[in-house]
T-cell receptor
Framework: NAGVTQTPKFQVLKTGQSMTLQCAQDMNHNSMYWYRQDPGMGLRLIYYSASEGTTDKGEVPNGYNVSRLNKREFSLRLESAAPSQTSVYFC??????????????FGQGTRLTVV | RKEVEQDPGPFNVPEGATVAFNCTYSNSASQSFFWYRQDCRKEPKLLMSVYSSGNEDGRFTAQLNRASQYISLLIRDSKLSDSATYLCVVNPTDKLIFGTGTRLQVFP
């Protein structure tokens, strides 16, 4: 069972470079999310997609763009990387929000360093 | 004020101890609540959902107080393997919001 697959697992960028983090899920989930995790800050929501065809900003969207390519895939793009974007990025998906039984499944994370 | 607040800890407890974590949330319209566990440098994984009537799963008990907008997690008979960060998660509208996590270290 693949679950949620994120690529790449590690990346080093120079300031100003661009890159796209890829995420795919094979569980037929409606909702997908991108989070970043920094020491002492917990997981902060960057963008989310409640269903195919919709995307919304989370808590920290500045400097990022997203694309919900289809129901399976949700990508995160850094157009011009900055050192402040050094973080661990997690993609997640869930069946449906607003129920007690909604479990979010996470990818293994992307460790991004911007120098 | 953050939407979901937790005491960051760390909580250092001996094996066999009982430990409780608390979490408060600000959005009264929140509908679903969860506790996730995260091991060092790994992705978070669901520990348990929190139901309105409270629920138990082995050594773990979760409680919800909607009036006070408060969630708790109780771990009984702590094991070394319980050492991890415990994340409170709230589901207002159509997104999942995480607390900063509470770190637990169980020592022999």
């Amino acid at each position: 069972n693949a679950g949620v697959t994120q690529t790449p697992k590690f990346q080093v960028l120079k300031t100003g470079q661009s890159m796209t983090l890829q995420c795919a899920q094979d569980m037929n989930h409606n909702s997908m999310y991108w989070y970043r995790q920094d020491p002492g800050m917990g997981l902060r929501l960057i963008y989310y997609s409640a269903s195919e065809g919709t995307t919304d900003k989370g808590e920290v969207p500045n400097g990022y763009n997203v694309s919900r390519l289809n129901k399976r895939e949700f990508s995160l793009r850094l157009e011009s990387a900055a050192p402040s974007q050094t973080s661990v990025y997690f993609c997640a998906s869930s069946e449906f929000y607003r129920t007690e039984n909604t479990e979010a499944f996470f990818g293994q994370g992307t460790r991004l360093t911007v120098v | 004020r953050k939407e979901v607040e937790q005491d960051p800890g760390p909580f250092n407890v001996p094996e066999g101890a009982t430990v409780a974590f608390n979490c408060t949330y600000s959005n009264s319209a929140s509908q679903s609540f969860f506790w996730y566990r995260q091991d060092c440098r790994k992705e978070p994984k669901l520990l348990m959902s929190v139901y309105s009537s409270g629920n138990e799963d082995g050594r773990f008990t979760a409680q919800l107080n909607r009036a006070s907008q408060y969630i708790s997690l109780l771990i009984r008979d702590s094991k070394l393997s319980d050492s991890a960060t415990y994340l409170c998660v709230v589901n207002p509208t159509d997104k999942l919001i995480f607390g900063t996590g509470t770190r637990l270290q169980v020592f022999p």
